[in-house]
């Protein structure tokens, strides 16, 4: 966005490990912009945090490399965790995942998403995500990442979904 000269419509939280406290953050903003168009944008828990949102508040979301059920994916991962941002430490607990699982909604109205996924993703099965958000626009990289190193190739068709096309 900086890029563009618009990097004063962009807005990247810091998020708290606890997804509920996040959750909080992240409405907080929301209530914070009232008045202005709210679009979001989210990766991999990013996603699964931006579809719940856009459900509560009616928004658009573009979501790269979602993901689904996370309380499932990250149950592997109980015990001690380090931000690989931060470098942060906290202790990732069952009621993390309880979190999580309180922030599934039953079913997405596909029109509200834009869902970019890539075929190579590392990480998680991108065609968990194309079943999930069936009927949303999608793009399917063959190839990639999970970190989903091509988003710049695709800035054109996130800002018109975000409807900021200018």
Do not use: K
Request: charged letters at 25%; aromatic letters at 10%; proline letters at 4%.
């Amino acid at each position: 966005m900086r890029a563009l000269g618009r990097e004063n419509e962009f807005l990247c939280p810091d998020l708290h490990h606890r997804p509920a406290r996040s959750m909080r953050q992240l409405e907080e903003v929301i209530a914070a912009a009232q008045g202005s168009e709210v679009a979001l944008v989210g990766s991999s828990l990013g996603g699964y945090y931006a579809t719940w949102l856009a459900e509560r508040h009616a928004l658009r979301a573009v979501l790269v490399n979602p993901a689904v059920r996370p309380y499932e994916l990250l149950r592997a991962y109980l015990g001690p965790q380090r931000n690989l941002y931060t470098g942060g430490e906290y202790e990732f607990t069952a009621r993390h995942l309880d979190e999580l699982r309180a922030l599934e909604v039953d079913s997405v109205t596909p029109e509200r998403y834009l869902v970019l996924v890539a075929t190579a993703d590392e990480v998680l099965d991108y065609r968990v995500a194309i079943a999930r958000y069936s009927g949303a626009r999608q793009i399917v990289v063959e190839g990639g990442d999970h970190g989903f190193s091509a988003f710049g190739d695709y800035m054109d068709e996130v800002l018109r979904h975000c409807d900021m096309a200018r």
